[in-house]
């Protein structure tokens, strides 16, 4: 009955920004798992190069897809040819994004412009064209990426978690829309994970006696700590699961 809960064999995953890093693991993670997975990422060549190495890791089928998800336009067109050649995906993960680092009276129209665009609006353009394919068929699951940032903020990164808190609120408004379509949303929202995108935080010395303190477990989190969540929340095991934030963080937003 459990390895049935939590099968994930043969469902399609798109998982968004996954060329590299976080978004990388997990759709790895998802491939080890018996899924069918499609990257996403603007550099074409480095999505079908990272395709072909999953494919060759797990023996899991892997497609490659590059769009810019800030592009409402481009979004739509390229999500409709993509459900015209391989389906509508069963398990959509959004995790494109983006961070910008500055004191906020310091902090640039510009940079807001495109922390919102791509932690927040991509969200919605991806989610609306999947979940519309994924209503018409009556079932789906969607997992948006969220981050300690939804509920805790700190110096310098005001507008990202101003867009990670609205990832948290944008899920639990999907989920009390799409319910009735038998789509579940919910958010993973990692601690903190030694990614390139933070990569000047874990190799700064003092930032990262500070996470070892502030962190309950005493330490960094691992990428493949996020992929049973991950399973969890793409499988049948959570078909009455929806609208909630999981913070991955080894016990963070849990203590002061």
């Known amino acids: 009955m459990t390895q049935t809960l939590f099968n ?3 469902r399609l995953a798109l998982v968004t920004g996954s060329s590299r890093g976080l978004g990388n693991a997990l759709a790895r993670g998802l491939a080890h798992q018996g899924a069918r997975v499609i990257l996403h990422g603007r550099n074409l060549a480095l999505v079908q190069e990272e395709a072909r190495a999953i494919a060759q890791e797990t023996g899991a089928t892997v497609e490659a897809v590059s769009f810019d998800v800030t592009d409402a336009q481009a979004t739509q067109q390229a999500l409709e040819a993509l459900i015209a050649q391989c389906g509508v995906p069963d398990i959509l993960v959004n995790n494109a994004g983006l961070q910008r680092r500055a004191p906020f009276n310091e902090f640039t129209p510009s940079d807001w412009d495109a922390l919102v665009a791509t932690n927040l609006s991509s969200l919605f353009y991806v989610s609306q064209v999947i979940t519309r394919a994924m209503g018409e068929r009556g079932s789906g699951k969607v997992v948006n990426i969220g981050s300690v940032q939804s509920k805790l903020a700190r110096e310098t990164i005001a507008p990202y978690s101003a867009t990670k808190g609205g990832v948290a609120m944008l899920t639990q408004g999907m989920a009390a829309d ?17 990614t390139e995108m933070n990569s000047a935080l874990w190799q700064d010395p003092a930032f990262n006696q500070w996470v070892e303190k502030r962190t ?15 399973v969890y929340l793409c499988s049948d095991a959570s078909s009455f699961v929806s609208g909630q934030n999981i913070f991955v963080d080894g016990g963070m937003t849990s203590v002061v």
């Open 8 to 10: 994930i064999r043969d």
């Open 178 to 194: 799409l319910a009735r379509f038998n789509i579940q949303v919910n958010c993973i929202s990692p601690g903190y994970f030694k």
């Open 216 to 230: 309950p477990a005493q330490r960094w989190g691992h990428f493949d700590e996020l992929v049973g969540t991950l």
